[in-house]
């Protein structure tokens, strides 16, 4: 065993150790404890910080200095909090406001498209799926210290593809096709297509809209949000009740029309969205 070899399984060791005693405390007790561990990591990571908090003063110049890192602290508290929640989403309530359209398209038994964001627990919406429909599938890019990172996945039921595969792609065409619900995190820098968002040129993917697209299927758009009695609020619609056109134009106007709709959610739940990596490039 290589030394790269040995680094990954203590990793792997250790986090296995930590979320199993985790496990042992109640829910209450997890936040708690996420939170001072989250606000003590971020003041310790400087470069972190400085990154989070420009981000935030980039897309929100109206919020003064003080606003703007409060903003910061609440929104990484979250998100640490959120990644814990990720491994014990058999003890979280769900609650639902989807649209009429959506409810209809999900009830249909064909496959859709799901753009999703970094907000609060990244697998929420992907677990939500496959409470609602039976038929989830989604994209991660599982650690190489987690060899059996897809178990969380299996334990709900969910189709998880590794981001790391080289044919990552043809399997999720292959589960839209199986007629499954395929939730992608689309919020992301990627070098896909350029557009605005908060008002300044960036890179996206257009994976949730080339697949739409190729797939033949619907689009939609789901997030969800922590709300103060502990459940997560899960917010389905639509983006295209039909398959998006397979041209890079139509793609690339779809994927527009989904940032446009990730700023407002953001704009209202600032303190939910993951600010901290580097967004403009």
């Not at 609440?74 to 359209?101: H, K, R």
């Not at 969910?158 to 589960?175: E, G, H, P, T």
């Not at 190729?214 to 039909?242: H, M, W």
Request: charged content about 20%; aromatic content about 12%; hydrophobic content about 40%.
């Amino acid at each position: 065993m290589n030394n790269y070899s040995k680094r990954n399984k203590v990793k792997g060791l250790l986090i296995s150790m930590f979320l199993a005693g985790f496990k042992k405390l109640s829910r209450s007790s997890r936040r708690k404890l996420c939170f001072s561990l989250a606000r003590t990591v971020l003041k310790l990571a400087n470069k972190t910080r400085h990154r989070g908090i420009a981000n935030i003063s980039a897309a929100m110049p109206h919020l003064t200095e003080q606003e703007v890192e409060a903003l910061a602290f609440i929104s990484y508290q979250n998100i640490v909090f959120g990644v814990v929640e990720c491994f014990y989403l058999d003890q979280v309530d769900f609650e639902y406001q989807i649209s009429a359209e959506a409810d209809a398209i999900l009830k249909q038994g064909q496959g859709a498209s799901v753009a999703t964001m970094h907000m609060g627990c990244y697998e929420v919406v992907p677990f939500a799926m496959q409470v609602l429909t039976k038929r989830s599938s989604t994209l991660s890019k599982i650690p190489v210290f987690m060899p059996d990172g897809k178990k969380i996945y299996r334990e709900m039921g969910i189709d998880c593809i590794d981001k790391n595969d080289s044919d990552s792609l043809f399997q999720l065409l292959k589960a839209i096709n199986n007629k499954q619900v395929v939730s992608l995190h689309s919020d992301h820098y990627a070098k896909d297509t350029q557009l605005t968002f908060f008002g300044r040129e960036t890179g996206a993917p257009c994976g949730a809209a080339i697949l739409s697209a190729y797939g033949k299927v619907p689009l939609l758009l789901s997030f969800a949000i922590l709300q103060p009695n502990g459940a997560y609020k899960v917010y389905v619609e639509v983006i295209r009740d039909t398959q998006v056109e397979t041209n890079t134009d139509s793609i690339h106007k779809v994927t527009c029309e989904i940032y446009q709709r990730f700023e407002q959610i953001i704009t209202e739940y600032p303190e939910h969205w993951y600010w901290s990596y580097k967004r403009w490039r």
